[in-house]
């Protein structure tokens, strides 16, 4: 199992960001698929969630804010984040529940200045 990640960098509070995550070795489709983020100093936490029938689930601090979708015939999942606030700074990560374990991305920074 492959995850790649991309998108992240630096954007002004307010701004918008689209990251990207390719899957491989997996059957993509029949898999949720989630982005998690780490703050230094702070614990990964669940940003947002799409299960193969396209049911998406985000954390209360992105609601509105942020969309997660997915391309199943292209293996990608992204997440389209809009009206980034500072707190939002972190290294985000891709993920997959495949057989009994977590498989992670390498993570991509999301910088958000004020």
């Known amino acids: 199992v492959q995850l790649q990640a991309s998108g992240g960098g630096l954007v002004q509070a307010g701004g918008s960001l689209r990251l990207s995550c390719a899957a491989s070795g997996i059957r993509f489709s029949i898999y949720s698929m989630g982005w998690y983020r780490q703050a230094p100093g702070k614990q990964r936490e669940l940003v947002a969630q799409v299960t193969s029938g396209g049911t998406t689930n985000y954390a209360d601090s992105v609601m509105g804010r942020f969309t997660i979708s997915r391309d199943n015939a292209r293996r990608i999942v992204n997440l389209q984040m809009t009206s980034l606030k500072p707190e939002d700074t972190a290294v985000y990560y891709c993920?997959?529940?495949?057989?009994?374990?977590?498989?992670w991305g390498q993570g991509t920074l999301v910088t958000v200045s004020s």
């Open positions: 993920n997959v529940p495949y057989r009994g374990r977590d498989f």
